[in-house]
């Protein structure tokens, strides 16, 4: 997992509530990223930033938001606009370019 | 559009015998390879990477893959897997040209390792 943290582990809440997924890298590292997990669906991008106050969408940011005030710092808002949101979030960092993205532990969402 | 596709999505396998996860992809430009493995609830970890020069490329735990240009592929494979093998693995593509830091990732094989 690296220098990744993401808090908590498992998430549980209640439909139509917006909730944040935290997540902090000690890697100094240019790039985030998060990722939506879904059993049999691979990695999805949802968002990803190259630099601090600069994000850009992934390939499914509906109902998801992001900020990048600190370089250490990612923090992924589920809305309530999202429709499907229980699933396996995962946050990851990198240089940049074509190199190695490092993975946190993950954050399992359930809403009920 | 690049995209990687992963032909198998579960991969049985006795322990000790040998495995052969496969990969393919396909993209216009040249590209990176990566091969990453995720143990259950867990995140990705590094398995191994191409990015240039031999393409026989060495990870660890005792994984390999090569890199086949002209039939596009990126297959891994371990001589004798071992119990603790058993995992979700993924292969991703990187634009070489690129400058968006992006991966795209196949949809994953699931190896189970049997005693």
């Known amino acids: 997992d690296g220098g990744i943290t993401q808090s908590p582990k498992y998430l549980f809440r209640k439909e139509g509530q917006n909730v944040t997924l935290s997540c902090e890298q000690n890697?100094?590292?240019?790039?985030m990223y998060w990722y939506r997990q879904d059993p049999g669906q691979g990695l999805r991008l949802i968002y990803y930033?190259?630099?601090?106050?600069?994000?850009q969408k992934g390939d499914i940011a509906e109902g998801y938001s992001v900020s990048r005030e600190k370089k250490e710092s990612f923090p992924l808002t589920v809305t309530s606009a999202q429709k499907n949101p229980t699933a396996f979030y995962l946050c990851a960092a990198g240089v940049g370019g074509p190199d190695t993205q490092y993975f946190g532990p993950g954050t399992r969402l359930t809403v009920l | 559009a690049q995209s990687v596709t992963q032909l198998d999505s579960q991969v049985p396998v006795f322990e000790e015998a040998p495995v052969e996860l496969r990969c393919n992809y396909s993209?216009?430009?040249?590209?990176?390879l990566f091969w990453y493995v995720q143990y259950p609830n867990q995140g990705l970890q590094l398995l191994l990477k191409y990015l240039s020069g031999s393409t026989l490329v060495k990870g660890i735990n005792g994984f390999e893959a090569e890199f086949n240009k002209s039939q596009t592929s990126f297959h891994l494979r371990k001589p004798s897997v071992h119990i603790s093998d058993t995992a979700e693995y993924f292969c991703a593509v990187s634009d070489r040209a690129g400058n968006n830091r992006k991966l795209i990732w196949g949809l994953g094989t699931s190896l189970a390792v049997n005693p």
């Open positions: 993209s216009s430009v040249s590209v990176y």
């Open positions: 930033s190259q630099i601090v106050n600069d994000f």
């Open positions: 890697l100094n590292h240019d790039a």
